[in-house]
């Protein structure tokens, strides 16, 4: 994976509401396990229909075609890479993998499935040879808004992995809600720069659902010199905060001692300029004390102001970890920022 994939969000996770609609055959393993985060696993088990694994695998083709599967997306987004995981798939591997995506909003599954020939399929990676038990990475062919992807194996076989990065298009119904987590990867927001990432990644800490174990946080490693550590999102669309939730779940010997948050709005500029503009943006979160294993809430009266924002730096003192951080207001539509 490299850099630009790190930053971008896995649009095709289960986390995110993504799921498997149709397959032609998932006689071995249900497809909906090749979209789960956690790594492959490999288990020397077996069920009534053979040797469990841990992804897609569909049974031997006896018959002309292939196997394929259709994944709606939990959110309308626009993808630039896959990956395709056959990790202990040996015997048992596709021999190559296509990808095709299309845009059909608010249709029901059953009525698309029944039409499934009749939508527009854009190409969105030719298909392309597969290797055993390998991670492989393939570019995307166009920049579509996408809802569904059809995801076709030659033959047959297995996958244990199958994620799509991109963006998550911005809904404009949010505009019309109050209290909504502006810092959810579901609304749009994603991470852009950590100084340290080295147990866990920030990206982490923009999901819905609580956090399921200490792995499922952002964490740095123990800091040994001065200083702090620190990480930049950036919002969907500009928003005004009202409250905000930092959650320190799982987090007991090692969660950050305190916290602060600086705040900004930039009309344009590039990921590698935020790095550096952030050292000047203003306070929005004077710095707050943080107890292990913890929801913490802070409500308006710890807010320094109610400027429209469109990134955050959060500022952890000196290391540690953090589960999630919820901040809840209103996306508005403006060019003006109040001075």
Not at 130 to 150: M, P, S, W
Not at 221 to 249: C, F, H, S
Request: charged share 30%.
């Amino acid at each position: 994976m490299n850099e630009n994939q790190k930053q971008l969000i896995n649009v095709a996770s289960i986390e995110l509401g993504s799921t498997v609609i149709y397959t032609t055959d998932e006689f071995f393993a249900s497809a909906n396990r090749m979209l789960a985060e956690t790594e492959a696993v490999f288990k020397d088990e077996y069920d009534d229909n053979g040797h469990w694994m841990d992804g897609w695998e569909t049974r031997r083709k006896r018959v002309e075609g292939n196997d394929f599967c259709i994944i709606k997306l939990g959110n309308l987004s626009v993808i630039e890479s896959f990956l395709v995981d056959t990790s202990f798939f040996r015997g048992n591997y596709p021999l190559a993998v296509s990808i095709k995506g299309c845009n059909v909003k608010n249709m029901d599954d059953k009525n698309f499935i029944e039409n499934l020939n009749d939508f527009e399929w854009i190409e969105l990676l030719e298909q392309n040879n597969l290797v055993g038990d390998k991670k492989q990475y393939f570019d995307c062919k166009a920049l579509n808004e996408i809802t569904h992807l059809r995801v076709d194996i030659y033959p047959d076989g297995g996958i244990a992995r199958f994620k799509a990065f991109g963006k998550i298009c911005f809904d404009e119904k949010f505009f019309e809600q109050e209290n909504i987590n502006v810092t959810s990867m579901k609304n749009g927001a994603r991470a852009v720069f950590a100084n340290n990432e080295f147990f866990g990644p920030l990206k982490n800490v923009l999901k819905d659902n609580d956090a399921i174990n200490m792995g499922d946080g952002w964490e740095t490693r123990r800091r040994r010199e001065p200083g702090y550590d620190w990480g930049i999102i950036e919002l969907a669309q500009p928003a005004i905060i009202d409250n905000i939730m930092v959650d320190t779940k799982y987090f007991k010997g090692n969660f950050a001692d305190s916290f602060s948050i600086c705040a900004a709005y930039l009309d344009e500029t590039t990921d590698s300029a935020v790095v550096t503009q952030s050292m000047f943006w203003e306070e929005l979160v004077p710095k707050q004390k943080l107890q292990m294993d913890s929801k913490h809430y802070f409500d308006s009266s710890y807010l320094l102001h109610k400027k429209p924002i469109t990134h955050i730096r959060m500022n952890i003192f000196p290391d540690g970890g953090i589960s999630r951080l919820k901040m809840f207001g209103k996306f508005i539509k403006t060019n003006k920022v109040e001075k």
